[in-house]
């Protein structure tokens, strides 16, 4: 990372009314890899679609026992330096709003407040039927005891939750029903491929970018527009883009500010130059 792009970083912070907009690589340091690493390596992943967990009970049995076993490490999962540095510009007032397309919640369990979950939340659970929400920990337990012994050697999980795994490994894998209907297809609060985020959700995001002085894109590649997007809508109101991410983003051509390196120390540096250290547990 070179100084002069630090110290323009920096800058572009301490102006204040910044609006982050978070991905993957931000959650890295957290154990929980990215779909793309830094050495730009494309993981074969492909992402649950929508339309064939809603029409295919099959997929959808693969994708239950998939998550099941990746859920382990999302939930054991805690937040790391580049999430507590947010938190800590956003209660030094610096920040104008918090978007992530990450499904973890570890922006929020590093204290952050108000951060808009773009693609929703791991954690929790819907039945599509009766439209019942349960937390992932209980599910998790009625599928440990629809499933005994169940258990497989997980070589990477991705930040969906899903984990690579041949289809034999998860034969005979038994799904549940809604505890509460009896009967309703559950599935996970995020937003699968294929499936639109809600309108007012994307509406809320367009209208924190809108009034941002600057946007910060922190660990995104920018693949999927439904991230994207936010860059356009910068660009196109004039808004400055700064993007600090390892490796190559699909929204360079529109950045003001470019910087390829860690998040953790980096947001940290920041941090420190512009935000009062973190209260002292108590
Ligand atoms: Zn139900």
């Known amino acids: 990372m070179s100084e002069d792009a630090f110290q323009a970083l920096t800058a572009l912070v301490a102006a ?8 993957a690589g931000l959650s890295t340091e957290s154990g929980i890899p990215d779909y793309r690493g830094p050495s730009g390596a494309a993981r074969r992943h492909t992402p ?9 009970p099959e997929a959808r ?8 076993l990746g859920w382990r490490t999302i939930a054991g999962a805690v937040p790391n330096d580049g999430h507590r540095a947010v938190a800590r510009l956003q ?3 610096l920040l104008g709003g918090v978007i992530t397309q990450n499904v973890d919640g570890l922006h929020t369990a590093a204290g952050a407040s108000g951060v808009i979950e773009l693609h929703g939340r791991l954690d929790e659970v819907t039945c599509l039927d ?3 929400a349960t937390g992932r920990e209980e599910l998790h337990r ?13 070589a990477h999980v991705n930040p969906d939750g899903d984990v690579d795994l041949p289809d034999e490994a998860v034969s005979g894998f038994r799904t549940v029903d809604c505890a509460v209907c009896g009967a309703g297809m559950l599935k996970p609060d995020v937003v699968f491929f294929g499936e639109t985020v809600p309108a007012a959700r994307v509406a809320d995001c367009f209208a924190l970018v809108e009034r941002a002085r600057a946007l910060l894109v922190l660990g995104s590649s920018l693949t ?17 883009v700064g993007i600090v991410n390892q490796g190559a983003t699909r929204g360079d051509g529109y950045a003001a500010l470019r910087l390829d390196a860690p998040l953790g120390a980096t947001l940290t540096a920041v941090a420190a130059r512009l935000a009062a250290p973190a209260p002292a547990p108590v």
């Open 16 to 23: 204040g009314d910044v609006v982050v907009l978070s991905g």
């Open 48 to 56: 649950m679609t929508y339309q064939a967990f809603t029409r295919d």
């Open 61 to 68: 049995r693969r994708y239950w026992a998939r998550s099941h």
């Open 91 to 93: 209660r030094a007032g």
């Open 130 to 132: 009766c439209g019942n």
């Open 142 to 154: 009625r599928l440990d005891e629809a499933n005994p012994g169940f258990d497989a050697a997980v």
């Open 224 to 240: 999927v527009m439904s991230g994207r997007r936010f860059v356009l809508r910068a660009a196109k109101h004039g808004i400055p």
